[in-house]
């Protein structure tokens, strides 16, 4: 067998929306758009969404919202990939990392509540593999430190406290005590790129709880200008009759998603229920294969968490890198494709230039050195599924 590590799921109901869209002779920003995030909205339980080019746009965007930059501190995980930070040095606000607690992929939470301090704006929790974090014990922590919180603007004013907004690039779908991802933190940002359980090719959503004082439609309108050069109206809304006049709030940025984008989301979001299942099977099937064996893997299901099944992450156990990539290449070898989540950002040039060192960051450097991650995805077939689990029993077999 060949077997790809992720490759998209798009059928014939995708291509027919597509069609229809570019038939339509609306394919930017447009009424599919605004559908998809009134269905984004619906199924996380939240008033509004936004949707946007990327994840990244999202989160970078939510914290200009917030006033976020140069004098600000941001605080997130040592590990995660390097877009959850980039968008902290993007709005020249201080990038803080936190290492992850012994053996999890999880933040440190005392460490991070050292490092809250009244600089501290956001601290950006990472929903790595679809599993959401620990939300009791982070509101916990900035309610704690509500007494060293300054805002300096409206909605920071209001929330009164360190603002946790969600990396959820992973986790649409993903729930904690019942409670959808995208209602838990103050902001939740979602991706829709290629690899994603549900894509629009490239793309992301941001949902947000009601803030007491602050009006969702101006929020809403805040996203559109920061997404559309500052623009006050965009392009559907200068297509009413004698409705072409617009003005230039700021010179802002160009981040907005487009109706071919939403269509693919749309004809997604009809069957996600199924595709969260179909991930959840295929996790069970290697959970049952893996369990004969001396490897850890990320807990997708117990009585909090319910996954959304993103990634099938494996720790090898008392290996180190050398060895697990020698593991990789046999795997290889044998036809299945796997990678790795994710170098500690500490190991990357752009980090050790900022002034990290892996060496303060020693949890998260355990947990890479032995990682590797199983394809996950809902082009896998039930046999494909049973072959990845069957090779990677005999490449441990065979190297151990």
């Known amino acids: 067998?060949?077997?790809?590590?992720?490759?998209?799921d798009i059928g014939e109901e995708e291509i027919r929306e597509v069609v229809d869209t570019l038939k339509s002779g609306w394919i930017t920003t447009g009424p599919k758009t605004k559908l998809f995030e009134n269905k984004i909205a619906d199924f996380c339980r939240t008033s509004r969404a936004v949707c946007l080019n990327s994840a990244t746009a999202c989160m970078e965007t939510t914290l200009r919202i917030l006033g976020v930059g140069p004098g600000d501190e941001v605080i997130?995980?040592?590990?995660?990939?390097?877009?959850?930070?980039?968008?902290v040095c993007h709005v020249g606000a201080k990038l803080v990392?936190?290492?992850?607690?012994?053996?999890?992929?999880?933040?440190?939470?005392?460490?991070?509540?050292?490092?809250v301090t009244e600089r501290t704006k956001v601290i950006i929790p990472v929903e790595l593999g679809g599993v959401v974090c620990d939300y009791d014990r982070l509101f916990q922590i900035v309610e704690n430190k509500k007494s060293v919180f300054h805002p300096s603007n409206e909605i920071q004013e209001k929330i009164g406290r360190v603002i946790l907004m969600a990396d959820a690039a992973h986790a649409l779908g993903a729930m904690r005590r019942g409670k959808m991802c995208g209602e838990i933190a103050d902001f939740t940002c979602f991706s829709f790129h290629a690899v994603k359980n549900l894509?629009?090719?490239?793309?992301?959503?941001?949902?947000?709880?009601?803030?007491?004082?602050?009006?969702?439609e101006d929020l809403y309108k805040k996203y559109m200008l920061l997404s559309l050069h500052g623009q006050s109206k965009d392009a559907l809304a200068k297509t009413q009759l004698g409705a072409w006049e617009y003005d230039i709030i700021a010179p802002y940025y160009k981040c907005n998603m487009t109706d071919i984008m939403a269509s693919i989301g749309l004809a997604q979001l009809?069957?996600?229920?199924?595709?969260?299942?179909?991930?959840?099977?295929?996790?069970?099937?290697?959970?049952?294969a893996l369990d004969e064996l001396p490897v850890t893997r990320l807990k997708?299901?117990?009585?909090?968490?319910?996954?959304?099944?993103?990634?099938?992450?494996?720790?090898l156990t008392g290996k180190d890198r050398k060895f697990t990539?020698?593991?990789?290449?046999?795997?290889?070898?044998?036809?299945v494709a796997t990678n790795v989540h994710y170098k500690p950002l500490p190991l990357l040039s752009a980090?050790?230039?900022?002034?990290?060192?892996?060496?303060?960051?020693?949890?998260?450097?355990?947990?890479?050195?032995?990682?590797?991650?199983?394809?996950?995805?809902?082009?896998?077939?039930?046999?494909?599924?049973a072959y990845v689990a069957e090779t990677f029993k005999k490449v441990w077999t065979d190297l151990c």
């Not at 992850?100 to 509540?113: G, H, I, K």
């Not at 990539?325 to 036809?335: W, Y």
Request: include cysteine.
């Open 300 to 315: 997708h299901f117990d009585d909090i968490n319910v996954s959304s099944g993103h990634l099938y992450l494996v720790r």
């Open 199 to 216: 894509t629009t090719a490239e793309g992301g959503a941001v949902t947000w709880r009601d803030i007491p004082g602050i009006d969702n």
């Open 1 to 8: 067998m060949n077997i790809s590590f992720s490759p998209p």
């Open 76 to 87: 997130t995980s040592a590990y995660t990939y390097t877009a959850t930070a980039s968008v």
């Open 351 to 385: 980090y050790k230039n900022i002034g990290f060192d892996i060496k303060d960051y020693p949890n998260a450097f355990h947990m890479f050195e032995n990682e590797l991650t199983l394809p996950l995805h809902t082009c896998l077939t039930d046999e494909q599924a």
């Open 325 to 335: 990539n020698r593991f990789i290449t046999a795997m290889a070898e044998e036809g």
């Open 97 to 115: 990392l936190v290492d992850t607690a012994e053996d999890s992929f999880q933040m440190d939470y005392d460490r991070l509540e050292a490092a």
């Open 270 to 288: 009809k069957r996600y229920r199924e595709i969260l299942q179909r991930r959840r099977n295929i996790i069970e099937t290697y959970d049952r």
